[in-house]
């Protein structure tokens, strides 16, 4: 094994025993009123009805003990995983293989700041933690959770009103990655394999990459980056794709010397790319490949992704897709599985509050080609952009209403998907969750 | 009719398209093939040549990297100048709108030539970032009014030879005189993304008309007016 020393101390057998649990720790006082003031605020926030507490509790911890993710997460075996689009539904699988070897925390709620991680890790004792990080956020988790891998998915365009190019996100990786001993990383996404060649050591997984349009030029020097199937290469620097390590035979995972059958419950090729990285990262952790596989086949959710739901007749499934890339996979999901059935209907809810961008002008960048031939019903505060965005490109018989309720009493009873974006998606939870 | 297909070049969609520009394409073929019009698109990927023989250019928007390496290709696609020169309509949104100008200004901020094809200079705002709702009146053509969304760093300062493609009623535009966009030779530029063409079917239609040189039956579409609709009240709300 390269990289002796540190990272031999969190291989495989020898782990167990290496791993401290939070109670065997020293914290200081400070620390330990810290997070005491902070969980009462998070039940506060909890009881009064105004969201799962982490961030709240998080932003009392971090101002009563600026540090306290650092000492939080010394002495454990902490893996981020970060990238555009897959990050909780990845985190929820390496929790799930990572827990084969023994107990694990996560920010499952999804809150991948600075506060929603620091309340992860003062929320739990588990020798392991997998924290999904957002990728802007990476460089500061990097710095004060010294993790032991950084799984790297995906970068690609998302909110460009407010966030800054892909070229820049991957550029500031680079930089952070340079002190960590091993990258998970997505071999065919040329913004995620320069920074992840930064780490010390890397795992390379074909994950695929159906969005190009955010890899035309090359993260390292600007130049073009020409594409040949699925290989990829620099025309001015020569940074190539790597050879994976692992890499996606249909449903089986397949490495040099290895091969493992996955059956997961959640739909699509992304999710299969998604355990393709969870389990190569376990799998270099310790776990056992099959038990990991076993254990990620079992997720039937992620936070009310995937999730099927009853609603006045109807079974609702509820798809999550917040950006370009992310609706050509949402779109091509939904009629991928379960069998193509052109006869299910489709709902598509679409707003624009600050969490989805304000400008949807995007929506012309994705092909909404897989939903052809389907019924289209549309919903949300910016449900117009949507319907224009498809009728000129041809779709006939888009239908339209303001909310998600509307739009279900327009399909008749049967299966339907919905697929909306961040805030639409969450308004359809809770109005879902209301005693239904 | 005519019964020649009518050929839309899109410029380099992979470098010049990251808001959302192709469907101005889509808004285009959609419009015209309401009216019987047969479309023919040719996509220009960046290092092929760009065609003569088009009937209409589209030029998106791009972020700082990808319009230095486009504007490093067309330099030497002479091609496309003559076109435009010879009076081509042509449609440029944000970056493509720098490009065929006298000057625009690099992310480095440093001064770099344009195509020239347009009597306007480009360079950086002074102030933030311009992101928001558009709302302009035409004056350059009679389109009445106009909505769109700006995310732009750069400014536009328009000569003697180029006119305003609308007037400013809410948001930036060009950061002059009120001031959206330009208009010259069959050149239409703007700042505005949407796309523009999807929100503005008279600008589409406009386009569309003169290509072909004829007058185009009026087209009512629903949702693009419910769209307007709600924009204009949105950039009135905001600003």
Redesign the interface.
């Known amino acids: 094994m390269s990289g002796a020393g540190r990272l031999g101390l969190w291989g495989g057998a020898r782990f167990t025993s290496a791993v401290q649990t939070s109670s065997d720790r020293p914290r200081s006082a400070r620390l330990n009123a810290a997070t005491y003031a902070a969980r009462a605020v998070s039940a506060l926030s909890r009881a009064t009805g105004r969201g799962g507490g982490g961030v709240i509790g998080g932003r009392v911890l971090l101002a009563l003990a600026p540090d306290a993710a650092r000492t939080l997460a010394a002495g454990r075996y902490v893996a981020l995983v970060s990238g555009t689009n897959g990050k909780s539904t990845t985190t929820a699988m390496l929790t799930a293989a990572l827990r084969t070897l023994g107990p694990a925390d996560t920010n499952a709620d999804g809150a991948n700041t600075p506060p929603g991680i620091t309340t992860a890790l003062a929320h739990g004792d588990a020798g392991r933690v997998v924290l999904e990080t957002d990728e802007g956020w990476l460089p500061w988790v990097v710095e004060r959770t010294r993790p032991q891998a950084a799984l790297l998915l995906n970068l690609t365009?998302d909110q460009?009103?407010r966030n800054p190019?892909v070229?820049s996100v991957s550029n500031k990786w680079r930089a952070a990655l340079d002190d960590v001993p091993l990258a998970v990383a997505n071999c065919d996404d040329p913004d995620v394999v320069w920074p992840a060649m930064a780490a010390a050591r890397q795992v390379w997984v074909a994950m695929g990459q159906r969005w190009t349009?955010d890899s035309?030029?090359c993260p390292r020097c600007?130049g073009?980056c020409d594409r040949d199937g699925v290989r990829w290469s620099c025309a001015a620097c020569g940074l190539t794709r790597p050879d994976p390590d692992w890499w996606l035979d249909g449903e089986e995972l397949v490495a040099p010397d290895h091969r493992v059958k996955l059956s997961l419950t959640l739909p699509g090729e992304a999710n299969l790319a998604n355990a393709a990285l969870a389990i190569a990262a376990a799998s270099d952790a310790g776990a056992d490949t099959a038990e990991a596989a076993r254990a990620i086949g079992e997720i039937r959710q992620v936070a009310g992704r995937y999730a099927s739901y009853d609603v006045d007749g109807k079974r609702v499934r509820l798809l999550l897709a917040k950006n370009p890339a992310g609706w050509l996979e949402a779109t091509r999901m939904v009629s991928e599985t379960p069998s193509p059935i052109v006869h299910r209907p489709i709902i598509l809810g679409f707003n624009s509050e600050g969490v989805d961008g304000?400008?949807?002008?995007?929506?012309?960048?994705v092909t909404f080609d897989a939903l052809r031939g389907r019924d289209i019903v549309v919903y949300g505060k910016r449900g117009?952009?949507m319907?224009?965005?498809l009728?000129?490109?041809?779709f006939t018989g888009?239908e339209?209403f303001p909310s998600l309720e509307g739009a279900l009493r327009a399909l008749p009873d049967g299966p339907v998907d919905v697929v909306a974006n961040y805030s639409a998606f969450q308004d359809a939870r809770r109005w879902i969750g209301r005693g239904r | 009719m005519a019964a020649d297909a009518l050929t839309i070049a899109l410029v380099y969609p992979?470098?010049l398209?990251?808001?959302?520009?192709?469907?101005n394409l889509?808004?285009l073929v959609?419009r015209g093939r309401a009216r019987d019009l047969p479309v023919r698109v040719l996509e220009v990927a960046?290092?092929d040549p760009v065609p003569g023989e088009a009937d209409l250019y589209l030029l998106g928007g791009g972020?700082?990297?990808?319009l230095?390496?486009a504007w490093e290709l067309l330099r030497e696609q002479p091609v496309l100048t003559s076109a435009l020169e010879n009076g081509t309509p042509c449609l440029a949104v944000c970056a493509g709108f720098q490009l065929l100008s006298e000057q625009f200004a690099g992310p480095d901020g440093s001064v770099r030539a344009g195509m020239g094809l347009l009597d306007v200079r480009c360079g950086r705002l002074a102030g933030e970032r311009a992101?928001?709702e558009v709302v302009a009146d035409a004056v350059g053509l009679p389109i009445g009014r106009l909505s769109g969304?700006e995310?732009h760093q750069g400014d536009a300062a328009l000569g003697a030879d180029a006119t305003p493609l609308g007037r400013v009623t809410a948001g930036t535009g060009n950061g002059h005189d009120s001031h959206e966009g330009a208009v010259q030779h069959g050149v239409v530029a703007t700042y505005l993304?949407?796309?523009v063409l999807?929100r503005n079917p008279a600008l589409a239609d406009h386009l569309l008309s003169a290509t072909t040189g004829a007058t185009l039956e009026p087209l009512e579409?629903a949702?693009?007016e419910?769209?307007r609709h709600?924009r204009f009240a949105a950039a009135t709300a905001a600003r």
């Open positions: 365009r460009l009103t190019e070229a349009a035309v030029l600007g073009r304000r400008d949807p002008s995007w929506l012309y960048d117009t952009d319907t224009v965005r009728e000129i490109d041809g888009v339209q | 992979e470098l398209g990251t808001y959302g520009d192709r469907g889509l808004a959609h960046p290092g972020e700082d990297s990808s230095l390496l992101v928001g969304y995310n993304h949407g796309p999807a579409h949702a693009v419910r769209l709600e």
